[in-house]
Structure formats: C-alpha cells, structure tokens
C-alpha cells in the first residue's frame, strides 16, 4: 500500500471516530434552517416560528439519529 493511500485512509478514519464521539458527547447542533435564532422571514417579511427545530433553535445530529436507528434496529432484532 502506498503511504498516501495509507495516509489518507488513517485520516478518513479519524474524522469518522471524531464525528462519533461527537454525536456521542453533543447529540443536539444549531439549527441549520434558521441559524439558530428559532424563527425565519417567510417571503413577505414577516418572522414565523422555524418548523425544522420548532422554535427550539436547536436539532439533532445526523450521526446521531444514525447511531439511534441502529440501536433501535439491533434492540428490534435481539428482543
């Protein structure tokens, strides 16, 4: 294998191990929609509550709701 491969490969590695342990440690983010205020202008420039995190100004992780489906589906299976 070359060292670049190799390389690149320990590196892919690390980043999803990090990712991991993130969504371990901090399952909930700012929400993306509304950049974490709760609300958004609609397009006649009124303010309306955010319906991606319902006001909350924060959502979950996507590897966190990944690592949760598959818990479920492993608990689902072993029951």
Do not use: F, N
Not at 29 to 39: A, F, P
């Amino acid at each position: 294998m070359t060292p670049i491969v190799l390389l690149a490969s320990l590196a892919t590695l690390g980043y999803a191990a990090w990712y991991l342990l993130l969504c371990m440690v901090a399952p909930w983010k700012r929400c993306d929609h509304c950049d974490g205020t709760g609300h958004h202008r609609t397009i006649i420039g009124t303010h309306r509550e955010c319906r991606r995190c319902d006001g909350t100004r924060l959502r979950v992780r996507t590897g966190r709701r990944i690592i949760e489906h598959i818990r479920d589906e492993y608990r689902a299976g072993h029951q």
